[in-house]
């Protein structure tokens, strides 16, 4: 009865989770303690994330090799560092996943109504659009809540930098990203 107790602890959707079937496996019940999970848990993590690290991070050294050859009597300009594809795929993937803002950022137009489409929007009405959508909107970014650096790698689409804002947009967008 207890057992069955414990095993009617997790739940998760139809899909399940390696975590729900070691919870309820008919292992001894030290082998499905928190602890026991908690390190596989680790072991998952690791195994999925260092490997393909270490893969891009690799890539990565190999492209730096060139422009930091000269190190520190030449240290890579922003130009010279901006030509690099693997580098700006990574930094602009990191920003697409790793914004600082998740909220919706409000404008207000103080005396102009704003025409959206079909929609007129009346002055002093705060509209706003939040940066969470627009870089996980899956018609636009494919798996997006994957940290794939090679979609910028490919053919970049319209849509893509449409709704690429880590920084904002516009008359009030950040002073920093340059
Ligand atoms: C990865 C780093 C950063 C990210 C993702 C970021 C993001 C943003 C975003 C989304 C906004 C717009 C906020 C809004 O619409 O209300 C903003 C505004 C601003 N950011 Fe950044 N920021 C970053 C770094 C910086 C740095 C390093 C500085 C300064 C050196 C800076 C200075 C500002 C300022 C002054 C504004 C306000 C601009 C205005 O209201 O006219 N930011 N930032």
């Known amino acids: 009865m207890k057992q069955d107790n414990d095993r009617r ?5 139809d899909r399940g989770s390696v975590f729900l079937h070691l919870a309820n496996s008919d292992m001894p019940a030290s082998e499905r303690a928190p602890e026991r999970l908690l390190k596989e848990a680790q072991v998952l993590l690791a195994g ?3 490997t393909t690290s270490h893969t891009l991070g690799e890539d990565l050294r190999e492209e730096l090799r060139k422009p930091m050859a000269d190190w520190p009597s ?5 130009v010279e560092l901006e030509k690099l594809p693997l580098l700006t795929a990574i930094i602009k993937e990191s920003l697409r996943l790793a914004y600082g803002v998740m909220h919706r950022l409000p404008r207000v137009s103080p005396d102009t109504p704003i025409q959206y ?3 007129t929007i009346p002055s002093r009405v705060p509209v706003g659009m ?6 996980t909107d899956p018609d636009v970014f494919s798996q997006p809540f994957e940290f794939k650096p090679e979609r910028w790698l490919g053919s970049i689409t319209p849509k ?3 709704n690429y804002v880590p920084f904002a947009r516009g008359s009030r967008n950040c002073l920093g990203q340059e």
Not at 74 to 78: A, K
Not at 130 to 135: D, G, I, L, N, V
């Open 130 to 135: 939040s940066t969470y959508f627009m870089h």
């Open 74 to 78: 030449h240290i890579p300009t922003l």
């Open 48 to 50: 999925g994330t260092a």
């Open 9 to 13: 602890r997790i739940k998760t959707d």
């Open 160 to 162: 893509m930098l449409r």
């Open 117 to 119: 489409g079909k929609y």
